[in-house]
T-cell receptor, first 114, second 112 residues
Framework: GAGVSQSPRYKVAKRGQDVALRCDPI?????LFWYQQALGQGPEFLTY????????KSGLPSDRFFAERPEGSVSTLKIQRTQQEDSAVYLC????????????FGPGTRLTVT | GESVGLHLPTLSVQEGDNSIINCAYS??????FIWYKQESGKGPQFIID?????DKRQGQRVTVLLNKTVKHLSLQIAATQPGDSAVYFC???????????FGAGTQVVVTP
């Protein structure tokens, strides 16, 4: 079956613009995570959804970052008034159910803020 | 594409040799661990996992060892192949929902 997909794969934004990054998890997967990966580093947790409920948003770096998953499937990560330090790869991952099991990652969206 | 592995520790391995990648994890309460492989321009790919009630688990050409006493995890790759060249991350779960904390990563370079 299809894996986790993300779009766009690449996004260039001018500083101050708003961006929206989309994640399509594996069909039927209950849990969805967003991570941010800076160049040369491991992914860092941003936020977690179980179905449509956002249960943990402790990793969001500022109130410019907002995530939603209104119907419990597709999720969108929105960044308002982008800054250069927001440049990174944004990864989405899903798990079949709640709990610590194998997370399947998408290919990521590389965001470059100029 | 850009390298995932800039500034990461590098392990150079000759093709056909065995590789051992080490990782120190941070939380003694973590009970689930995963090794991921990440190639340039791609998302992390699951390799193998282990729960804290085990100290060893084997997959196809890979073995993960867990030493909870010293909070150490290792990944052994048998008969390393050119396709194994990538950055390898260990990750531990921080909560019951599965939130992952990743280690620093190791760049593996397989030479012919």
């Amino acid at each position: 079956g299809a894996g986790v997909s993300q779009s766009p794969r690449y996004k260039v934004a001018k500083r101050g613009q708003d961006v929206a990054l989309r994640c399509d998890p594996i069909s039927g997967h209950v849990s969805l995570f967003w991570y941010q990966q800076a160049l040369g580093q491991g992914p860092e947790f941003l936020t977690y959804f179980q179905n449509e409920a956002q249960l943990d948003k402790s990793g969001l770096p500022s109130d410019r970052f907002f995530a939603e998953r209104p119907e419990g499937s597709v999720s969108t990560l929105k960044i308002q008034r982008t800054q250069q330090e927001d440049s990174a790869v944004y990864l989405c991952a899903s798990i079949v159910s709640g709990g610590p099991y194998e997370q399947y990652f998408g290919p990521g969206t590389r965001l470059t803020v100029t | 594409g850009e390298s995932v592995g800039l500034h990461l520790p590098t392990l150079s391995v000759q093709e056909g040799d065995n590789s051992i990648i080490n990782c120190a994890y941070s939380n003694s309460a973590s009970d689930y661990f995963i090794w991921y492989k990440q190639e340039s321009g791609k998302g992390p790919q699951f390799i193998i996992d282990i729960r804290s009630n085990m100290d060893k688990r084997q997959g196809q050409r890979v073995t993960v060892l867990l030493n909870k006493t010293v909070k150490h995890l290792s990944l052994q790759i048998a008969a390393t192949q050119p396709g194994d060249s990538a950055v390898y991350f260990c990750a531990e779960t921080l909560d019951s929902w599965g939130k992952l904390q990743f280690g620093a990563g190791t760049q593996v370079v397989v030479t012919p």
